[in-house]
């Protein structure tokens, strides 16, 4: 089975540019998930999806960060503009309500 | 969520059984124990969970304590992809519909 799968993998750009980061959840998982993890934080949450509407939000660090699901398969991630901090591993995870979560293997973002 | 403690590092012999400890004196009837892993410049994955009764599946065995205040998973026999940061988590749901709380965790090393 496919697992939660991220893309890109690895993205380096300058301060200021905008990023998108991609996420596909195993099928039929009805909860999407994006974490932030830093060595400094460990892993945190940023927000959550329950059938593509978003739960909580809170973890968002300011309006600089954005994310979408607009159907079950599918959600991304934007921050505009970037910033040096936040360079970090993000990380996308899905479930069910009666499920583990599941996560893929991250993308590993660098801002100049 | 109840607070769990784990050793920080471990080490463990290719092929000998590891097992790693966590204590969770505080946790409440209705908390679940997981566990999780991460390998290097991987996402976490899920390994196991149990509310009492000790549990095994093709990747571990988790034993918990009669009073539920600590638990030890078991890696029957260690190789060296085994090498990870294991987590232990404790939470109220079964399901995952909330934020997962990861701490320091414990960094395992499979020595050949």
Redesign the interface.
Known sequence: DAG?IQSPRHEVTEMGQEVTLRCKPISGHD?L?W?RQTMMR??E?LI?F?NNVPI?DS?MPEDRFSAKMPNASFSTLKIQPSEPRDSAVY?C?S????????????TRLSIL | DAKTTQPTSMDCAEGRAANLPCNHSTISGNEYV?WYRQIH??????II?GLKNNETNEMASLIITEDRKSSTLILPHATLRDTAVYYCIVRVD????R??T?G?GTQLTVLP
């Open positions: 939660v909860y998930f974490y460990g892993l949450l959550y329950n909580d973890g990380f995870a479930c069910t309500s009666n499920q583990p979560q599941h996560f893929g293997d991250g | 997981y410049s991987q996402g976490p994955q899920y969970h079964p399901g995952s519909a934020q997962l990861f320091s």
